[in-house]
Nanobody, 126 residues
Framework: QVQLVESGGGLVQAGGSLRLSCAAS????????MGWFRQAPGKDREFVAT????????LYTDSVKGRFTISRDTAKNTLYLQMNILKPEDTAVYFC???????????????????WGQGTQVTVSS
């Protein structure tokens, strides 16, 4: 079992920044892929970014490339999402997720992640 707790959401004006954190506990994360997903009202949960815990290799959805940065602190077992130049369309509940993903599965598909946090609201005003 992996427990995930997000923090850092809030209300920010367009163009501003926020940093989300996800504290993980319960298991060593070296074999896991960690991801950030988001869900806006009335929409499906969508992929934002992912990172392989052991190597640090990452992937972003096109709409956040150059604005968001995913990172992890292996000593603190904490995942981060630095979000800059925020736009109103970034407004959503952001979730952190963990999964033991083999290379053949789609790392952008939320169904492949077994563990989820409770989510944190990010609201970007125009």
């Amino acid at each position: 079992q992996v427990q995930l707790v997000e923090s850092g959401g809030g209300l920010v004006q367009a163009g501003g920044s926020l940093r989300l954190s996800c504290a993980a506990s319960g298991r060593t994360l070296s074999a896991y892929t960690m991801g950030w997903f988001r869900q806006a009202p009335g929409k499906d949960r969508e992929f934002v970014a992912t990172i392989r815990w052991s190597s640090g290799s990452n992937l972003y959805t096109d709409s956040v490339k150059g604005r968001f940065t995913i990172s992890r602190d292996t000593a603190k077992n904490t995942l981060y999402l630095q979000m800059n130049i925020l736009k109103p369309e970034d407004t959503a509940v952001y979730f952190c997720a963990a999964g033991s993903l083999v290379p053949t599965v789609d790392i952008m598909d939320p169904r492949n992640y077994a563990y989820w946090g409770q989510g944190t609201q990010v609201t970007v005003s125009s």
